[in-house]
Nanobody
Framework: QVQLVESGGGLVQPGGSLRLSCAAS????????MGWYRQAPGKQRESVAS???????VYADPVKGRFTISRDSAKNTVYLQMNSLKPEDTAVYFC????????????WGQGTQVTVSS
């Protein structure tokens, strides 16, 4: 069982920056593929970025060049640095942890609100 707690959301003006954090419980953090998703009102949840246990990263096209995902295994924490924020980045951002063995197990955080508005 893994518990994920996100923090760092808030209100920011267009062009501004925020850094989201996701603290994970458990002893196998380094084995998990970690990801950030977001869900805007009336829209489906979408993947934003992910990072594997080997630090390979993948980004959704809308955030490439603006967002950076990273992980600190010593702190059991994954980060999402968001720069040059746009109003369309407004959403609830969720952290996920996925472990692939003979099955796929995915855990979710409770989400943190990011609002980009002037």
């Amino acid at each position: 069982q893994v518990q994920l707690v996100e923090s760092g959301g808030g209100l920011v003006q267009p062009g501004g920056s925020l850094r989201l954090s996701c603290a994970a419980s458990g002893s196998r953090f380094s084995l998990y593929r970690m990801g950030w998703y977001r869900q805007a009102p009336g829209k489906q949840r979408e993947s934003v970025a992910s990072i594997t246990s080997g630090d390979n990263t993948v980004y959704a096209d809308p955030v490439k060049g603006r967002f950076t995902i990273s992980r600190d295994s010593a702190k059991n924490t994954v980060y999402l640095q968001m720069n040059s924020l746009k109003p369309e980045d407004t959403a609830v951002y969720f952290c996920s942890a996925q472990l692939v063995t003979t099955t796929i197990t995915t855990y979710w955080g409770q989400g943190t609100q990011v609002t980009v508005s002037s």
